[in-house]
């Protein structure tokens, strides 16, 4: 279980908070999608989450453990656990698709061998099983630099799905996306999801999709919790107070 006990994070030189006195906690099995307008905190929340961001004040448990406490060994360990899928892919262009799902394992493997592609032939059939999973199995040599959008994000969860993680954080996935393919893109997320019982936590900016997939939807606006409950609780009024203007549910 991820818990955010009273998370305040102040970046430096700022007067205002990107995240201020946050309590949220995440179980096992649900599918969060986070809602905010721009500058609200929720890549900060991402990459408090994901101990890529110290709290400012306040506590970050992970099964009952504080982040704070651990080793820059222990923050790792958890970053390998955790899949991130970025809205710009950050996958390596020139390199083929195997090879960046392969990647997945640099948490893992010494950065050098990942790097280079010494990769074990159980490795590659796994990449390989995983492609399949997401529906790009013909397309395992080809440079990721000739990729759809839709089929580059892909990539990127395969890529995050090699790590055989706990926890899947999305940071605006879909957001180069056009809507269909956005669309599929959740519909994958929720697949994997499924199929693993992972916790995933995804920020994102299409209210409609966040309905549809969300097991539970948390609000954002000035580093504030203003919204936390199901997908059916979200009326028009709770999203004109997280975003500040009408806007239909
Ligand atoms: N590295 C940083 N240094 C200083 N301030 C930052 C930094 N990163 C974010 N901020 C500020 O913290 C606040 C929250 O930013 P954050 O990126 O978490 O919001 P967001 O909801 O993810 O926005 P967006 O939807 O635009 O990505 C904003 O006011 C932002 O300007």
């Excluded at 960046?100 to 050098?112: E, R």
């Excluded at 990721?144 to 605006?172: I, N, T, Y």
Aim: proline letters at 3%.
């Amino acid at each position: 279980m991820i818990e955010l006990n009273d998370v305040t994070v102040f970046y430096p030189k700022s007067e205002e908070p990107a995240l201020n006195n946050i309590n949220l906690s995440f179980d096992r099995g649900e599918f969060v999608c986070v809602l905010g307008p721009s500058g609200a905190g929720k890549s900060t929340m991402i990459r408090t989450i994901n101990a890529l961001q110290q709290a400012t004040d306040g506590k970050v448990i992970i099964d009952g453990s504080d982040i704070a406490e651990w080793s820059e060994w222990k923050r790792r360990q958890w970053r390998s656990r955790t899949g991130m899928i970025f809205q710009h892919f950050h996958l390596i262009p020139r390199l083929t698709v195997e090879h960046n799902v392969l990647t997945g394992l640099f948490g893992q493997k010494h950065g050098i061998a990942a790097f280079a592609g010494v990769f074990s032939q159980s490795e590659k059939n796994k990449a390989q099983a995983i492609l399949k999973q997401v529906g790009l199995e013909e397309m395992a040599d080809r440079r990721v630099e000739w990729l759809s959008g839709g089929q580059k994000q892909r990539v990127g969860v395969a890529r995050a799905l090699m790590q055989e993680p706990e926890v899947f954080l999305g940071d605006e996935p879909v957001a180069s996306l056009d809507p269909g393919t956005a669309r599929s893109i959740f519909q994958l997320l929720r697949e994997v999801h499924e199929r693993k019982n992972l916790t995933t936590i995804i920020n994102v900016h299409d209210v409609t999709l966040a309905k549809e997939f969300a097991t539970r939807i948390i609000g954002l606006s000035h580093g504030e919790v203003i919204f936390n409950g199901s997908p059916d609780d979200l009326t028009s009024i709770g999203l004109e107070t997280i975003y500040g203007k009408a806007l239909q549910a």
